[in-house]
């Protein structure tokens, strides 16, 4: 049997992403993937909290100073195959882009390439989607590049902007679909095979079923879109 991708998951903040992953992989008997490392910005945050909660080692690399030297020694003494980032604001160091080139995503809590870039995050970016008057959004999930929120899509997930949104309401669902798009993405990748082919999926969602399609329709599209192309 394969052993699961060990999963290293960079955040900066409450770790919702990552109690989604832990949830989706980490108790399951034979998963593709397990989270073993939780790397965060700063100490003290609620990614920690939640790392500690399910018994997965945690380490904070605060500053930029060295950062890529010390992450590289965390993430090989852990022997990570797969990296994401949920909610980490830094730039990731090139050299550890370099390093898992084509096994690192990213969410971002909107359609990507719109509303993405340096300085989008967090609420932020729900503010400038209800200020552009757009009527869609969603959560995108994508390989990370050496550039903001610039990689190759992998998934996205679309929400509508209803009629007197708040930024914090659509935040909230959005979020609701981050859970679930992003277990799927990493999932998809997990099994890809290694090393992962180029073009993962696209995984794409549909809208009539927002917010969230029955698992079971989603796991037969993943499955078809999760092969590998060779
Ligand atoms: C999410 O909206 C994620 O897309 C964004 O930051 C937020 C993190 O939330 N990059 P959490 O820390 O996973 O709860």
Known sequence: MREPKRVAVLASGGGTNLQALIDH???APAPAARVELVVASRAGIGALARAERSGIPGVVLEGQDALAGRMLAEMERHRIDLVVL?????LVPPEVVERWHGRMLNIHPAL???FGGKGMYGMRVHRAVIESGVRVTGATVHRVSDRYDEGRIVAQWPVPVLHGDTPERLAARVLAVEHRILPLAVEALARAGDPPPEVLGPLSFDLLEAPAPPSESIRVTL????EPSS
């Open 25 to 27: 992989f980490n108790p």
């Open 223 to 226: 499955a078809h879109d999760a």
């Open 112 to 114: 990507l390439p719109a």
């Open 86 to 90: 949920a909610g980490w604001l830094q």
